[in-house]
């Protein structure tokens, strides 16, 4: 395994980026992880990915994307 930073796991450190980024992203909008599950239609995006428990399929990202008007790279 590739550590990350303070002892995490490169996966660790990847899972808490994008759960912090989409927490950052929500609360500009006040919105909760429900709602933006029910925009992007899938649970795992608003609440396991918030969770750290799964990653959204990449059609999912795009759709986050759009909808925060940003890219896979910010």
Do not use: W
Not at 46 to 59: L, N
């Amino acid at each position: 395994q590739v550590e990350g930073t303070a002892g995490r796991t490169l996966r660790e450190e990847i899972d808490h980026e994008l759960q912090g980024n989409l927490q950052h992203l929500r609360d500009t909008r006040n919105m909760t992880q429900s709602e933006l599950a029910m925009l992007v239609a899938s649970a795992a995006v608003g609440g396991e990915v918030g969770a750290e428990k799964s990653y959204p399929e990449m059609d999912k990202l795009l759709k986050l994307c759009d909808l925060f008007e940003c890219t896979l790279d910010d």
